[in-house]
């Protein structure tokens, strides 16, 4: 493997770990329905501040939120909404193993 594909492939994997916790990736779909700030994040999630803005940054060190400063508050957003696909093919692999599984129970 050469530096540059070894380079892409790093990449892609920083953003696929930003994915990988259940927390950011609720975060990831609330932010599909609407930007929110870390007060709306934190009621939803059910975490205190602080854990909730851990995984903002992590998320938004990988590219994947943008924030806004509005007074006294943060808001988030999706930077691309293109990760959702990436959801969508997560999806189609859950449903095919599912499938297989049922299949070789039968």
């Known amino acids: 493997m050469n530096i540059k594909t070894r380079a892409k492939l790093e990449a892609r994997a920083r953003i696929i770990k930003a994915l990988a916790h259940p927390t950011r990736l609720f ?3 609330e932010l599909d329905k609407k930007e929110c700030c870390v007060r709306e994040l934190t009621e ?3 975490a205190d501040m602080s854990t909730v803005s ?3 940054a992590v ?3 990988a590219g994947i ?3 806004e400063k509005r007074g006294s508050q943060v808001f988030y957003k999706l930077r691309v909404l293109c990760i959702l ?3 969508g093919c997560v999806e189609s692999v859950l449903r ?3 499938e297989e599984q049922l299949e070789a129970t039968r």
């Open 85 to 87: 696909k990436f959801f």
């Open 59 to 61: 998320l938004k060190n």
């Open 27 to 29: 975060i990831v779909e």
């Open 44 to 46: 939803m999630i059910g």
């Open 54 to 56: 851990k995984h903002l």
């Open 65 to 67: 939120v943008t924030d």
């Open 96 to 98: 095919v193993s599912a």
